[in-house]
Structure formats: structure tokens, C-alpha cells
């Protein structure tokens, strides 16, 4: 499986995005497609993941209420909608596949190359 994120950009704090990550190969229905960003200095983090199989979701508080996740089936797509942003979300963000824990990066097994967001204040 190859994931291919993007979406990235500069935007204002309070603006929007919408990040794609497009899967090749299966997925299948016990797959769950998460995001994780990492900021400058710090460790990789849970923002926001997506049973293939059903429309459970997950989210980190920290994006609670202003992200959302989706996904397309027919596609492989995944998405994130990321709404009312804030300069902390600054961070390069990665899509990636699982079949194990959902909030636990070394869990992931395949990742995307990432896509910057830039949140100025």
C-alpha cells in the first residue's frame, strides 16, 4: 500500500483546509486510516482516524469539534476537514493504515510522505 497525502498550506488562524490522502492498493474492512502531525521539535501525535469498515471515528481533544474525518470507499480516499484553525496545528500532517491500535503511532504500518500546514496568527 502506497498513501499519498495532500492539502497542505498557509492559512489564517480561524481559516480552513481539507487534507487528502489517497491510498493504492487494498484496504480492507478491518483497516482503520488515521492522521498524525508533527510539529517542529516534538513527537509525532494523534489527530483523528477511520474504520474502513464502518463510520467509527476518533479524534484527538485537541481537534475535537473542528476536524473532521472522512473517507470514500469507491475512491480510496481519506480526507480531513480541518475548520477554525489555530497557529498550535502548525505541524506537517501524515495519513496512515492500520489494523491494531488506533491512537498509537508504531501501530501504523504504512505512511504518507506528509503535507505541511501553516497556521499564521
Known amino acids: 500500500v502506497q498513501l499519498q497525502a495532500s492539502g497542505g498550506g498557509l492559512v489564517q488562524a480561524g481559516g480552513s483546509l481539507r487534507l487528502s490522502c489517497a491510498a493504492s492498493?487494498?484496504?480492507?474492512?478491518?483497516?482503520?486510516m488515521g492522521w498524525f502531525r508533527q510539529a517542529p521539535g516534538k513527537e509525532r501525535e494523534f489527530v483523528s482516524a477511520?474504520?474502513?469498515?464502518?463510520?467509527?471515528?476518533y479524534y484527538a481533544d485537541s481537534v475535537k469539534g473542528r476536524f473532521t474525518i472522512s473517507k470514500d470507499g469507491a475512491k480510496n480516499m481519506v480526507y480531513l476537514q480541518m475548520d477554525s484553525l489555530k497557529p498550535e496545528d502548525t505541524a506537517v500532517y501524515f495519513c496512515?493504515?492500520?489494523?491494531?491500535?488506533?491512537?498509537?503511532?508504531?501501530?501504523?504500518?504504512?505512511w504518507g510522505q506528509g503535507t505541511l500546514v501553516t497556521v499564521s496568527s
Open positions: 496512515a493504515r492500520t489494523s491494531r491500535d488506533v491512537y498509537i503511532a508504531r501501530a501504523y504500518d504504512y
Open positions: 492498493g487494498r484496504i480492507f474492512s478491518s483497516h482503520i
Open positions: 477511520i474504520r474502513w469498515g464502518a463510520r467509527t471515528t
